[in-house]
């Protein structure tokens, strides 16, 4: 379905409250300028049956937050991505939990019809070749373990208690757009928020399997993943101090994150640290529940919540600025979200983990993990090999 949208102005995949939803043709492109007031905008028109047609569709870059928090400037990636890109569009596919896709239109019957003849026709997409060049990173072997161990000094000198540190894999590579998405995907296995938003800049494809927050009648559902172990391997990962402290710093944080935009006493844990197998790694994974203020809106939940603590840190505004001093590269598209938001104010973002960026011939992968007092160098290292299997596994010829 997304194959026969490829060519047309920004094609994208995301996820909504159980459902896949795909879209091309933007009636309107939303940048950072105006993400503002887009944002307030949602939940202020009458609603159609399905919210998502008319609703937003897109990306937030992690710099995103740089929105919401006074931080040191960005480092530049001129061929990244741009900070926000949202669509508005009046036509979108949906795929149901049974497997089923129907149109939904706020646009022209044409458009609608058109959409449905694609769905009733397309099939298994074509795949081609791929070529691809050696792999680089921005923080290699040593230089990733001597900022493993300089996020551990700032953790004994008491400026934060855990930092995200990733490094950026890059490779030169002769592919589609489509194709390198399909065994990005193909390599993570089923990916609860694969992502993909094509760009003029170039195209963002996900297989994360972690959702930041999902907002559907007044009730947010955050899903932190934190904690990592080798496949195959939960003693070890529901034992280990090292994942259980991180794992809980993380939920404290997104508590604390959720309770600024909740009822009072309207935050509770709902599951804490349950196993969730993916066929790389074994994570943990919590569900924080809050029951919304009936006045919160859509810009409120995103100042809040961004960008996902799992990602940063803890406490998240010194975390990102420690990150900004350690990692010697933009993130990009990485560890922001992509986002559906219905225009009824229902909302779904993923955490962009897992992520790889395609442009100029050249693909952009991050990976990494977090670093606490008790972390070890090497087994930090060896984490973030893991977490970048998708990647290094879709480039194999």
Excluded at 126 to 132: D, F, L, V
Excluded at 138 to 147: D, E, H, I, K, M
Excluded at 150 to 171: H, K, M, P, T
Excluded at 222 to 229: F, L, N, R, W
Aim: with cysteine.
């Amino acid at each position: 379905m997304l194959a026969a949208l490829a060519d047309r102005p920004m094609p994208v995949l995301a996820h909504h409250l159980g459902r896949t939803v795909v879209a091309a043709d933007p009636v309107e492109v939303i940048g950072l300028d105006d993400v503002w007031a887009a944002l307030r905008s949602i939940g202020t028109t009458p609603t159609i049956a399905e919210p998502l047609a008319g609703g937003l569709i897109g990306a937030l870059g992690y710099d995103f937050g740089r929105q919401i928090e006074t931080l040191p400037a960005a480092l530049p990636y001129p061929e990244g991505p741009p900070t926000v890109a949202l669509g508005r569009f009046d036509t979108v596919a949906i795929e149901d939990a049974d497997g089923h896709w129907q149109v939904a239109s706020t646009g022209s019957a044409s458009k609608a019809a058109e959409l449905e003849r694609i769905i009733s026709s397309c099939g298994a997409p074509e795949r081609s070749a791929i070529r691809s060049g050696p792999i680089h990173s921005s923080l290699p072997g040593a230089t990733y373990r001597q900022a493993v161990e300089l996020a551990r000094e700032f953790i004994r000198a008491g400026d934060c208690y855990q930092v995200n540190l990733a490094a950026r894999l890059s490779a030169e590579v002769e592919a589609t757009d489509i194709e390198l998405a399909l065994r990005l995907w193909d390599a993570a296995g089923h990916a609860r928020h694969a992502a993909f938003v094509g760009l003029p800049e170039g195209t963002l494809m996900s297989a994360s399997p972690e959702r930041l927050l999902c907002v559907e009648d007044g009730v947010a559902l955050s899903e932190p993943i934190k904690g990592t172990a080798p496949l195959g391997a939960p003693p070890e990962l529901l034992l280990s101090d090292k994942n259980r402290a991180e794992h809980v710093m993380i939920v404290d944080l997104m508590r604390n994150d959720l309770g600024r935009i909740a009822r009072r006493g309207g935050v509770r844990v709902d599951e804490l640290m349950v196993r969730r197998p993916t066929p790389y790694v074994d994570h943990l994974v919590s569900e924080v529940r809050a029951e919304l203020n009936s006045s919160t809106t859509v810009d409120q939940i995103l100042r809040a919540v961004f960008p996902g603590g799992s990602v940063t840190g803890a406490p998240k505004v010194r975390a990102m600025e420690i990150i900004r001093e350690l990692e010697p590269v933009n993130r990009g598209p990485a560890y922001g979200s992509v986002v559906a938001i219905g225009t009824d104010g229902s909302l779904d973002a993923s955490v962009s983990i897992r992520t790889a960026w395609l442009a100029q011939g050249r693909a952009d992968y991050w990976a990494g993990g977090a670093i606490v007092w008790d972390s070890d160098a090497d087994d930090e290292f060896a984490e973030k090999l893991l977490k970048a299997r998708p990647f290094t596994s879709a480039l194999v010829t």
